[in-house]
């Protein structure tokens, strides 16, 4: 098992930012660009985790192939992790059990664990929010975050989520994705073919399941009337 990590997450809820306190040799990785600062006394490597495949599996799952690592050279060292969005962050500690991430939603981890891409064939592609989920696996402590603020639900049965809103999920629970419940012929054609709104994930089984506030679709839709617009000669 590895080495017992010293964090904090500050600036909750809206802008959460990861301090980690590493002890002389400990490690940590995290997404290229993630890192806000770190002690002189810290090295950063940037490089390919897990080979070739499972790189590549971080990249059809929305993240880098490429993850820097962070080691405290000497001392005790700090660095600290802020992510792209404004949200919060969470952590979730594996042992040995396998946790499922939505794209752009994983921050940093310790060694021990590994960070891959899920296939999920038909349902992913329902799902509008990308074919491979992200999956991490092994014994460690595992970092996550949100766009907006974060839920944690405990899922006992069936739970319905929006598929813009989830970000993660233990492996004990199974989903299925499909069309709102109560929709029309026609707004279910409509849904399929023009993708992504009205689509729902239904959990089922026992576990954890972590969902968000805010979903970047419908913000993007907010916008929309806003951005500037060319006019024509």
């Known amino acids: ?19 980690v306190q590493l002890q ?26 897990g080979g070739l495949m499972k790189s590549l599996g971080r990249a059809f799952g929305g993240e880098s192939m490429i993850v820097n690592t962070f080691t405290a050279k000497g001392r005790p ?18 042992q040995g059990q396998t946790l499922y991430l939505q ?13 891959t891409g899920s296939w999920q064939g038909a349902k992913g592609f329902f799902s ?6 992200l999956q991490a696996t092994g014994e460690g402590d595992v970092f996550f975050n949100t766009y907006g603020g974060l839920i944690e639900i405990d899922v006992q049965g069936h739970y319905i989520v ?4 989830i970000v993660a999920f233990e492996e004990t629970l199974n989903y299925k994705v499909g069309i709102m419940p109560g929709l029309n012929l026609s707004s279910k054609l409509k849904t399929f073919f023009f993708g992504g709104e009205a689509l729902v994930c239904t959990f089922s089984g026992q576990g954890k399941l972590w969902i968000q506030t805010r979903a970047v679709r419908p913000f993007l839709r907010f916008l929309h009337p806003f951005r500037p617009r060319k006019k024509r000669g």
């Not at 992790?81 to 969470?90: E, L, R, S, T």
């Not at 929006?162 to 809103?165: E, K």
């Open 1 to 19: 098992m590895s080495e017992a990590l010293q964090f904090n997450i500050e600036q909750q809820p809206d802008f959460a930012l990861l301090s």
């Open 24 to 49: 002389p040799g400990q490690k940590i990785q995290a997404e290229p660009s993630a890192m806000a600062s770190m002690d002189p006394s810290v090295h950063m490597k940037a490089g390919l985790k």
């Open 77 to 94: 060292s700090e660095v600290t992790f802020a992510p792209g969005p404004m949200g919060d962050i969470n952590h979730y500690r594996l």
């Open 103 to 115: 794209r752009g939603s994983y921050l940093a981890n310790t060694e021990g664990v590994q960070i």
């Open 128 to 133: 509008g929010e990308g074919l491979v989920l």
């Open 162 to 165: 929006d598929t813009g809103y």
